[in-house]
């Protein structure tokens, strides 16, 4: 089970951290990522991280403003967001995975979302 949160409404140019609580599985084990998912939109890409933390990977559109980390001592995966624009307007998903990848057929495992909204 995955539980995400951390969302909520903030200006363009604030910062905001979502975290991701795993329970039931032997998380050290999954490749964790953030997913996103805008009104009227495909769910995207956004960060993943393999088993260690040690290799990460960002969607283009979010990198150096966004950073995923994990703490496999409290089955947490994190996605600290800064610089934020409108356009990172959307419900933000963590899933898990045994393989490294971008694309959503990896992910077997999903959290229910948790609404980010950036406006003025």
């Known amino acids: 089970q995955l539980i995400e949160s951390g969302g909520g409404l903030v200006q363009p140019g604030d910062s905001l951290r979502l975290s991701c609580a795993a329970s039931?599985?032997?998380?050290?084990?999954?490749?964790m990522a953030w997913f996103r998912q805008a009104p009227g939109k495909e769910r995207e890409f956004v960060a993943t991280i393999i088993w260690s933390g040690s290799r990460t990977t960002y969607a283009d559109s979010v990198k150096g403003r966004f950073t995923i980390s994990r703490d496999n001592a409290k089955n947490t995966v994190y996605l600290q967001m800064n610089s934020l624009k409108p356009e990172d307007t959307a419900v933000y998903y963590c899933?898990?995975?045994?393989?490294?990848?971008?694309?959503?057929?990896?992910?077997?495992?999903w959290g229910q979302g948790t609404q980010v909204t950036v406006s003025s």
């Open positions: 039931g599985r032997t998380f050290s084990n999954y490749v």
């Open positions: 899933a898990a995975s045994q393989s490294f990848g971008s694309r959503r057929w990896e992910y077997d495992s």
